[in-house]
C-alpha cells in the first residue's frame, strides 16, 4: 500500500506507531514534523528569514475603494 509519504516520514511514523516510551514518541514526532514543514516550505532564495509576503501587506491602505 503507498500512502503517498516520502520514505523518511512513513518510515518515522511507522516506527512511532510501535513506540511505548514517551521521550522517544516525542521525539519521533518532533523529527516528523520538522521534514514535513521542510516539504512545504519552498527553499529561499534570499536567504532571509519570513515569507517574503510582509512587505506588500504592510502598507496597504484599507478601506480606500473611491
Not at 514526532?29 to 516539504?39: Q, S, T
Not at 515569507?51 to 484599507?62: E, I
Amino acid at each position: 500500500m503507498n500512502s503517498g509519504l516520502s520514505r523518511e516520514p512513513q518510515r518515522l511514523c511507522e516506527q512511532a506507531s510501535h513506540e511505548l516510551d514517551r521521550a522517544k514518541l516525542l521525539k519521533l514526532a518532533k523529527e516528523i514534523n520538522e521534514l514535513f514543514d521542510r516539504e512545504r516550505k519552498p527553499p529561499q532564495s534570499d536567504g532571509k528569514p519570513g515569507d517574503g509576503d510582509q512587505g506588500t501587506k504592510s502598507g496597504a491602505k484599507t478601506g480606500d475603494l473611491n
